[in-house]
């Protein structure tokens, strides 16, 4: 099993930033792709930005690209998604996610965290 935990969600005003984490524990060899799906009250969820074990291939959704960035420190474990340029339409609580294998833009990944809440204030 591997457990996910984020962090770094809250409130913040447009315009603004916030730096999500995403920590990895127990089976972790077993981690190679890693995304960021967010979902808005009242709506499906959506697939931001996801990473390879090594970082060589990252991809993000259109809403986010120059915006968003999601980076990875592989000794300790973490991926990152550093959010800029916040609008109130980012507002939504984020999920980490990983898989076994190449990173998906779907949502065909083994293991999910709880979430962080990010509330974008107009």
């Known amino acids: 099993q591997v457990q996910l935990v984020e962090s770094g969600g809250g409130l913040v005003q447009a315009g603004g930033s916030l730096r999500l984490s995403c920590a990895t524990s127990?089976?972790?060899?077993?981690?190679?792709?890693m995304g960021w799906f967010r979902q808005a009250p009242g709506k499906e969820r959506e697939f931001v930005a996801a990473i390879s074990e090594n970082g060589a291939s990252i991809y993000y959704a259109d809403f986010v690209k120059g915006r968003f960035t999601i980076s990875r420190i592989k000794a300790k474990n973490t991926v990152f998604l550093q959010m800029n340029s916040l609008k109130p339409e980012d507002t939504a609580d984020y999920y980490c996610?990983?898989?076994?294998?190449?990173?998906?833009?779907?949502?065909?990944?083994?293991?999910w965290g709880q979430g962080t809440q990010v509330t974008v204030s107009s």
């Open positions: 996610a990983a898989r076994p294998s190449s990173p998906s833009y779907y949502s065909d990944y083994d293991y």
């Open positions: 127990g089976r972790t060899f077993s981690v190679y792709g």
